[in-house]
């Protein structure tokens, strides 16, 4: 199993969908957890942190099942801005700082 | 406001070739990463630092080292370059106690071996 997988995608949504992306990961002492953007060809910038009570930054929602092991991202009013590479991270639970990037769920917005 | 600077932006290497990738940050972290990505995958760990002069192995570490003898450099250096090491390679730092926190990326090296 991979330490941390998310959906294949690609997902091609039209302006103003609501779309859900969701990551598994596979240590349960994993403390840390990001969600991540990267544009094409470009280096991943943090999107937002995901905390365990779930957390929300305007149209982005995440949340965290830990009995799950499970994160999920919602973009809400999908914007053609919004098109990129998500990218689920998670921290090793062994080694705090060691941080594990799923392949990544790429979005396509649509007019 | 440099954060992570990479150098070279781009490479073309021929099979058995050498080189270093550069990498400095001024944020004063910790942590730092090396990562590969390939085309249309995942960012791969190839090795990563805890501090100056710790380092350890990533998911795919064959074909490269590390060295770390400051805080504010994590060269990763190519020996005997491979067709199958042409990738993006991104340098990251963070700074961590306890859990991670946000990790800042160069803008990352595009290497071809030929």
């Known amino acids: 199993r991979k330490e941390v997988e998310q959906d294949p995608g690609p997902f091609n949504v039209p302006e103003g969908a609501t779309v859900a992306f969701n990551c598994t990961y596979s240590?349960?002492?994993?403390?840390?957890f990001f969600w991540y953007r990267q544009d094409c060809r470009k280096e991943p910038k943090l999107l937002m942190s995901v905390y365990s009570s779930g957390n929300e930054d305007g149209r982005f929602t995440a949340q965290l099942n830990r009995a799950s092991q499970y994160i999920s991202l919602l973009i809400r009013d999908s914007k053609l801005s919004d098109s990129a590479t998500y990218l689920c991270v998670v921290n090793d639970g062994n080694q705090g700082g060691k941080l594990i990037f799923g392949q990544g769920t790429e979005l396509s917005v649509k007019p | 406001n440099a954060g992570v600077t990479q150098t070279p932006k781009f490479r073309i290497l021929k099979i058995g070739q050498s080189m270093t990738l550069q990498c400095t940050q001024d944020?004063?972290?910790?942590?730092m990463y090396w990562y590969r990505q390939d085309p249309g995958m995942g960012l791969k760990l190839i090795y990563y630092?805890?501090?100056?002069?710790?380092?350890d192995k990533g998911e795919v570490p064959n074909g490269y080292n590390v060295s770390r003898s400051t805080t504010e450099d994590f060269p990763l250096r190519l020996e005997l370059a491979a067709p199958s090491q042409t990738s993006v390679y991104f340098c990251a730092s963070s700074y961590v106690v306890g859990g991670a926190t946000e990790a800042f990326f160069g803008q990352g090296t595009r290497l071809t071996v030929v």
């Open positions: 944020m004063n972290h910790n942590y």
């Open positions: 240590n349960s002492a994993s403390q840390s």
């Open positions: 630092s805890v501090g100056a002069g710790i380092t």
